[in-house]
T-cell receptor, first 114, second 118 residues
Framework: SAVISQKPSRDICQRGTSLTIQCQVD?????MFWYRQQPGQSLTLIAT?????????ESGFVIDKFPISRPNLTFSTLTVSNMSPEDSSIYLC???????????FGSGTRLTVV | GNSVTQMEGPVTLSEEAFLTINCTYT??????LFWYVQYPGEGLQLLLK?????DKGSNKGFEATYRKETTSFHLEKGSVQVSDSAVYFC?????????????????FGKGTHLIIQP
């Protein structure tokens, strides 16, 4: 399966600022996904990012707050904009691995907003 | 929409005990089912999966059988070890189920924190 490098691994940010999280995959993949894992909670899909098209956002998530880029088949970024303490979560990148009918996850970015 | 319900923890067992973590799902079609594990301080790893009814996924001594009639995918292990202590997530995807071509991404349960005591 694909190997995903995600960075930063963690960050502490001031409210009102923005953070961009990077996700690099070691092979070309069609579909990439961004999830949020709030403290003590499960994972919630934020959006699906396909190369060459606009990201598709799930209910409750909007592009102004979580803009996503997907410039090629191995890279994507998620920006958390105008942060508040409620945005403190782990953000995870994931890719679809069609051959094995599964999904691989990055190690996550632990974000704390103060 | 799709949903996954799994028993909430923490679940505390002694080493070598038998483990069952229940998972049931609601889906419009026949999804693929997964168990992911998150060890302390680590990322999410695929533990096992099943893509159609009656399939049994297995890995590292863990097993789960896709039961369409009861819409369940319970995780079992015959003898747990301290190293199995982690959070376990049940999840589903419409992407490769029998009906195919469904929504993208995974729907997760809330996770079950498993603690194994020596």
């Amino acid at each position: 399966s694909a190997v995903i490098s995600q960075k930063p691994s963690r960050d502490i940010c001031q409210r009102g600022t923005s953070l961009t999280i990077q996700c690099q995959v070691d092979s070309q993949v069609t579909m990439m996904f961004w999830y949020r894992q709030q403290p003590g909670q499960s994972l919630t899909l934020i959006a699906t990012a396909n190369q060459g098209s606009e990201a598709t956002y799930e209910s409750g998530f909007v592009i102004d707050k979580f803009p996503i880029s997907r410039p090629n088949l191995t890279f994507s970024t998620l920006t958390v904009s105008n942060m508040s303490p409620e945005d403190s979560s782990i953000y995870l990148c994931s890719v679809e691995w069609v051959i094995n009918y599964g999904y691989t996850f990055g190690s996550g970015t632990r974000l704390t907003v103060v | 929409g799709n949903s996954v319900t799994q028993m909430e923890g923490p679940v505390t067992l002694s080493e070598e005990a038998f483990l069952t973590i229940n998972c049931t799902y609601t889906a419009t079609g026949y999804p693929s089912l997964f168990w992911y594990v998150q060890y302390p301080g680590e990322g999410l790893q695929l533990l096992l999966k099943a893509t159609k009814a009656d399939d049994k996924g297995s890995n590292k001594g863990f097993e789960a059988t896709y039961r369409k009639e009861t819409t369940s995918f319970h995780l079992e292990k015959g003898s747990v070890q301290v190293s199995d202590s982690a959070v376990y997530f049940c999840a589903l995807s419409d992407r490769w189920g029998d009906s195919g071509g469904g929504a993208d991404g995974l729907t997760f349960g809330k996770g079950t924190h498993l603690i194994i005591q020596p």
